[in-house]
């Protein structure tokens, strides 16, 4: 059974920083493509950011050169470090982790969920 398990959320100051991390059991990390994603209330679930089993990122222009997505095989382990936060991050955020099998199969598992929520 697939399990990503998000901790590391809470409420912050606008400015100040969390990290966020994602436990997966039942799949290994290194060979899939690991996300972050996000929905803020009334809105669509997004992208914030992504690595791929290779390493390349990439990220959601809202959040280029704040947050910074990682990943440790060995812990079988996703992180999102967020820094100088602002109250527009706030959102439930959200663990991603795909693979394409075949031409016609893809693997995909989401985690419950985490909020963030920066506010003064």
């Known amino acids: 059974q697939v399990q990503l398990v998000e901790s590391g959320g809470g409420l912050v100051q606008p400015g100040g920083s969390l990290r966020l991390s994602c436990a997966a059991s039942?799949?290994?990390?290194?060979?899939?493509?690991m996300g972050w994603y996000r929905q803020a209330s009334g809105k669509q679930r997004e992208l914030v950011a992504a690595i791929t089993s290779g390493g390349r990122t990439n990220y959601a222009d809202s959040v280029k050169g704040r947050f910074t997505i990682s990943r440790d095989n060995a812990k079988n382990t996703l992180y999102l470090q967020m820094n100088s936060l602002k109250p527009e991050d706030t959102a439930v955020y959200y663990c991603h982790a795909d693979r394409v099998i075949t031409a016609t199969s893809y693997n995909d598992y989401w985690g419950q969920g985490t909020q963030v929520t920066v506010s003064s």
């Open positions: 039942g799949i290994s990390t290194s060979i899939y493509r």
